[in-house]
């Protein structure tokens, strides 16, 4: 007889794979490719892995194929390990099928590992993981910010990193707890996102270091060798990918990314404010935005929290990640004085807009605290997201 359990997996993964479907059935429908900003420079270094394959590299060259044959040493900046499913999938059946089923088996498989890496946590009661880990995995992976990474903006290697955050998350959480190993997922997390997007390991890294410091009370020696160690492993694993650019950048005169002054490139506050409440279609930097989902989301889990805040556990922390999503979203925006940072090291972020990725982590992390705890019935979730769709 097929235990419950079971059952349960396959519900979940039924509806994960349908709510993947939703997102890109459109792009299905109109058999084209959706031509975002950065998506004419991902598929040719896509086409450079496929060129390379079929002439029997293993390795991509460097502009030998795709770029014009002009030679760019792009790959030494941009980690293309993440790119090798698109190009296998193209060899296999054309680039259209292998770049959005690669795309839709990406999102699918973001949603299992939101679901899984939360599942992992413990809150306390064993009856609350499911549906914590279920409604984190839909509020997540729905939200507009990411959508907008794999859609609209075309950034593959950003839009794979934030798929990875949980597991980095999971990984900082199991250093505090010493009945388990699960606390290597930190380094291991860390070096796949290294792998799909470099600048997104200093960006959560700073989220990785504000809630260090909020839990400063629980430092112990054997926090602080762990962490240690997964310092270690960071480093070691990445030394591919690091010991050439710099190598390429003391032997060559290297071009970098132009970057706007950090303050122009910040969004207008009202304007993110409105444009999240309409869930508008970003044709513009300064029109990217969280989204309705996530607005929406976060006001009723206030509202929740003031109504029934002694019938809900894990208040404090649901406090703390509504407080960390709400601080990344300002700083995401002109109220935070980047002028005084645009000659710093910070600028290499370029757009301080991209710290919306952790706010909406973060809000979505806290909505699923609460939601988890309530009996909301599952059915509704599908409705409610083709509605705001």
């Given at each position: 007889?097929?235990?419950?359990?079971?059952?349960?997996?396959?519900?979940?993964?039924?509806?994960?794979?349908?709510?993947?479907?939703?997102?890109?059935?459109?792009?299905?429908?109109?058999?084209?490719?959706?031509?975002?900003?950065?998506?004419?420079?991902?598929?040719?270094?896509?086409?450079?892995?496929?060129?390379?394959?079929?002439?029997?590299?293993?390795?991509?060259?460097?502009?030998?194929?795709?770029?014009?044959?002009?030679?760019?040493?792009?790959?030494?900046f941009y980690p293309y390990l993440f790119l090798y499913p698109f190009a296998i999938l193209e060899?296999?059946?054309?680039?259209?099928?292998?770049?959005?089923?690669?795309?839709?088996?990406?999102?699918?498989?973001?949603?299992?590992?939101?679901?899984?890496?939360?599942?992992?946590?413990?809150?306390?009661?064993?009856?609350?993981?499911?549906?914590?880990?279920?409604?984190?995995?839909?509020?997540?992976?729905?939200?507009?910010?990411?959508?907008?990474?794999?859609?609209?903006?075309?950034?593959?290697?950003?839009?794979?990193?934030?798929?990875?955050?949980?597991?980095?998350?999971?990984?900082?959480?199991?250093?505090?707890?010493?009945?388990?190993?699960?606390?290597?997922?930190?380094?291991?997390?860390?070096?796949?996102?290294?792998?799909?997007?470099?600048?997104?390991?200093?960006?959560?890294?700073?989220?990785?270091?504000?809630?260090?410091?909020?839990?400063?009370?629980?430092?112990?020696?054997?926090?602080?060798?762990?962490?240690?160690?997964?310092?270690?492993?960071?480093?070691?694993?990445?030394?591919?990918?690091?010991?050439?650019?710099?190598?390429?950048?003391?032997?060559?005169?290297?071009?970098?990314?132009?970057?706007?002054?950090?303050?122009?490139?910040?969004?207008?506050?009202?304007?993110?404010?409105?444009?999240?409440?309409?869930?508008?279609?970003?044709?513009?930097?300064?029109?990217?935005?969280?989204?309705?989902?996530?607005?929406?989301?976060?006001?009723?889990?206030?509202?929740?929290?003031?109504?029934?805040?002694?019938?809900?556990?894990?208040?404090?922390?649901?406090?703390?990640?509504?407080?960390l999503g709400l601080t990344y979203t300002v700083l995401s925006t002109r109220l935070f004085p980047?002028?005084?940072?645009?000659?710093?090291?910070?600028?290499?972020?370029?757009?301080?807009?991209?710290?919306?990725?952790?706010?909406?982590?973060?809000?979505?992390?806290?909505?699923?605290?609460?939601?988890?705890?309530?009996?909301?019935?599952?059915?509704?979730?599908?409705?409610?997201?083709?509605?705001?769709?």
């Open positions: 007889m097929i235990n419950n359990k079971y059952l349960k997996n396959i519900y979940y993964l039924t509806i994960f794979l349908i709510n993947s479907l939703l997102i890109f059935c459109l792009i299905f429908k109109s058999h084209g490719i959706t031509l975002g900003w950065d998506t004419q420079f991902h598929i040719n270094r896509i086409e450079e892995i496929v060129k390379s394959l079929e002439n029997g590299h293993l390795l991509p060259s460097h502009g030998t194929y795709a770029f014009s044959h002009i030679g760019l040493a792009v790959n030494y060899i296999l059946f054309n680039p259209l099928f292998g770049y959005n089923v690669t795309l839709l088996l990406m999102t699918f498989i973001g949603f299992i590992i939101s679901y899984l890496t939360i599942k992992k946590l413990n809150f306390g009661d064993e009856q609350y993981s499911d549906p914590i880990a279920f409604w984190f995995s839909i509020l997540y992976n729905n939200s507009s910010y990411i959508i907008f990474q794999s859609t609209l903006r075309g950034d593959i290697g950003e839009f794979i990193a934030l798929i990875l955050l949980p597991i980095v998350f999971l990984g900082f959480q199991m250093l505090y707890d010493k009945n388990t190993n699960l606390w290597v997922l930190l380094p291991v997390g860390l070096v796949l996102v290294a792998y799909s997007h470099l600048l997104s390991v200093f960006i959560f890294s700073s989220l990785l270091l504000l809630l260090f410091c909020i839990k400063y009370k629980y430092l112990s020696v054997n926090i602080l060798k762990r962490l240690i160690i997964s310092i270690i492993i960071f480093l070691v694993l990445v030394t591919p990918i690091i010991i050439p650019m710099i190598l390429l950048t003391r032997s060559t005169k290297v071009l970098m990314p132009m970057s706007g002054i950090l303050q122009d490139e910040a969004l207008n506050p009202l304007e993110l404010l409105t444009n999240s409440i309409k869930n508008s279609i970003a044709v513009s930097m300064q029109s990217i935005n969280i989204g309705t989902l996530t607005i929406v989301v976060s006001v009723v889990s206030i509202i929740i929290l003031i109504i029934k805040q002694k019938k809900i556990a894990h208040t404090n922390e649901i406090k703390i990640f509504f407080i980047w002028f005084l940072l645009n000659n710093s090291p910070i600028r290499i972020i370029q757009f301080p807009w991209r710290l919306l990725g952790i706010a909406t982590f973060c809000f979505a992390y806290a909505g699923a605290l609460e939601f988890g705890q309530l009996y909301i019935s599952k059915r509704l979730i599908l409705g409610i997201l083709v509605c705001i769709r």
